[in-house]
Each structure stands twice: as structure tokens, then as C-alpha cells.
């Protein structure tokens, strides 16, 4: 039995490692048991080396950031060792499933994994689209929320890519284009000195999850600072979106004519 756990050390740390979500301390141990000619090879992907490992597994929590592992029995003959895996969302629905084929080179090290995944149990390209689809809704809806309702800018910051662009219509008094976070809250703060608002009517939302793309429609009541006058106004905002932040928003009003004059318009 000693001997058995022996042999199975490097797999168990393999293990260890997909599921460390750390890049850093994950690096640490698939060094361990990993040499830089050692391979991985599943549907997806063929690689060879310790850092290129370790990238396979950041780019998969960038898709799947709340994925759990589960590990089946292991069955050993000489230096190969073969398993079931799955990996479930945070809801307990299942994204993949598979099997593991390891080829140890009998010095606790791996020499070689093949992966097999069960395609009855895989996604399918529809189920990872509306899996998309839904995380995009979260992040547009928590931006929304940060923006209008909690002025919550620190978390608004984490969902908004370097560098995202933000397209104002020229007509209005803050309209331009504004590149990378600083410079949005900088017009959120110009376009505080003409109005202030509530949303009379709760965003709708659509989506493309091929394109990344969000497009939300809701009704703002305003009141102008300069008049005091006040004016519902329907808009919708075209969001585009990439590994799940924000990277650029246009936003449509009903009448930008109408809304340009209603802010610079005096008592």
C-alpha cells in the first residue's frame, strides 16, 4: 500500500495543481512533478514544458472561473495510471467530464497525461454560449448597479477592461470619446454638473453571446440643474465585452437633440 501512494504522488499533485487557481503558487507545484520535457495532450490542446502546463490552466479559470474538480479512483499498472474527472460550476452544473491517462517515469515525476473527455457529458457549443450569455448579463447588470444605484466605482473598476472605450454622442455637453477607466469617471463626474436622474423604468436586457455583446433599454427621469426642469428619456446601451469585463459602451438616447438642449436650457 506504501509503495502504491508512492506512485501516485505526482498525479495527486497534478491534481493539487488544477485545482489551485493561484498562478503563482500553482507554479510551485507542477514543478514538482514536471519536467520541461514532459507533455499534455487533450481535444483542445497539445503542449509540452512546465510554464506551458501552467498556462493551459490560467486560460481555463479564465473561462471557468468557478469551476470544482472531482477526481475518481485511480487505476495503476506500472508506471501508467488512468481516472475519471468532472468539473462542475459553483451551482453544481456540470461543464466537462472526462478520463486521464498518466505515464509516470517511476521518480514521482510525469512524463506524459492524455485527456479523453466524455462528449456526452461536455457542454455542448449552445449550453457554453448561454453559460456566456448569463455571465455577460452579470457583469453589465453589476455595472449598472455600481453606476446608478451604489456609485460603487471600486467594484465597477473590476469589470471594465484596460483601456475600454467609452463613446458619448458629440451634442451633448460631456459628449467625446473617453479611453480606460479614469477617464469615464471623469465624465461621470462632468455629466453630474448638468442633471440628476433615477431610473424610471428597469433595464431590458438582450444579448449576442457569439459577439460578446450586450444591449440593455431603460427609461431615465432627469432633472436639470440649470432649469430645474424635468424629462423622461428612453435609452439603450450597446456593451461589448471580452473574457467577461467590459470593453467598450455606446449609449443611445431616444432624442439626443432634445436631451442636449433639456441640460443647457436655463430657467
Known amino acids: 500500500m506504501a509503495q502504491k501512494k508512492d506512485k501516485l504522488y505526482p498525479v495527486t499533485i497534478y491534481e493539487k495543481a488544477w485545482k489551485e487557481k493561484n498562478s503563482e503558487a500553482r507554479l510551485k507545484l507542477i514543478k514538482t512533478i514536471w519536467l520541461e520535457d514532459s507533455t499534455f495532450e487533450e481535444p483542445s490542446t497539445s503542449i509540452k514544458g512546465i510554464a506551458a502546463f501552467n498556462n493551459v490552466i490560467n486560460e481555463f479559470y479564465k473561462k471557468f472561473p468557478d469551476?470544482?474538480?472531482?477526481?475518481?479512483?485511480?487505476?495503476?499498472?506500472?508506471?501508467?495510471?488512468?481516472?475519471?474527472?468532472?468539473?462542475?460550476?459553483?451551482?453544481?452544473?456540470?461543464?466537462?467530464?472526462?478520463?486521464d491517462f498518466a505515464r509516470l517515469n517511476g521518480k514521482g515525476q510525469v512524463s506524459k497525461i492524455i485527456g479523453f473527455w466524455d462528449k456526452d457529458a461536455t457542454f455542448s457549443e449552445e449550453d457554453i454560449l448561454k453559460n456566456l450569455e448569463a455571465d455577460n448579463f452579470k457583469v453589465v447588470a453589476q455595472y449598472f448597479e455600481c453606476l446608478f444605484k451604489t456609485r460603487d466605482f471600486n467594484t465597477m473598476a473590476t469589470l471594465i477592461e484596460e483601456?475600454?472605450?467609452?463613446?458619448?454622442?458629440?451634442?451633448?455637453?460631456?459628449?467625446?470619446?473617453?479611453?480606460?477607466?479614469n477617464e469615464w469617471t471623469k465624465m461621470y463626474a462632468k455629466s453630474a454638473e448638468f442633471f440628476d436622474l433615477?431610473?424610471?423604468k428597469e433595464p431590458v436586457y438582450f444579448s449576442n453571446a457569439a459577439k460578446n455583446e450586450v444591449i440593455i433599454y431603460f427609461t431615465i427621469k432627469c432633472k436639470a440643474k440649470k432649469s430645474g426642469k424635468t424629462l423622461s428619456m428612453p435609452i439603450s446601451e450597446h456593451f461589448d465585452l471580452k473574457d467577461r469585463k467590459i470593453t467598450a459602451i455606446r449609449p443611445f438616447y431616444f432624442d439626443t437633440k432634445q436631451f442636449a438642449e433639456f441640460l443647457k436650457s436655463r430657467k
Open 198 to 200: 433615477e431610473i424610471e
Open 67 to 99: 469551476a470544482v474538480f472531482t477526481f475518481g479512483s485511480k487505476v495503476v499498472k506500472d508506471n501508467y495510471v488512468t481516472w475519471e474527472w468532472k468539473i462542475q460550476d459553483s451551482k453544481n452544473k456540470l461543464i466537462m467530464g472526462g478520463r
Open 163 to 181: 483601456g475600454a472605450i467609452y463613446n458619448q454622442a458629440e451634442g451633448l455637453p460631456y459628449g467625446g470619446t473617453y479611453k480606460g477607466f
